[in-house]
């Protein structure tokens, strides 16, 4: 279970990190092209996607780093187990 949960982590770092900086050019190139904005547009986007995915990155690693340091629980108490 261990493997699935980092795998999760894995996944949510790489989008974190990925997905800002194409939705902001994407956004750039459209309000570019539809509102007819300058080429300064695109430069906001790319740096504003740069800022956010270095934000993503690094409340992922927190997460990641605070899952490592927690306690393992201990496992529930069965039935027959109990005092």
Known sequence: M?????LVWLTQLGLSVAVPPIVFILGAVWL???HGWGGWVIW???ILGVICAAEGLVS????????????????????????
């Open 2 to 6: 261990k493997t699935v949960n980092l």
């Open 60 to 83: 992922c690693l927190k997460a990641m780093s605070r899952m490592a340091k927690e306690k393992k629980e201990e496992p529930p108490v069965s039935f027959n187990d109990h005092t």
């Open 44 to 46: 906001a986007g790319v």
């Open 32 to 34: 570019r092209n539809s």
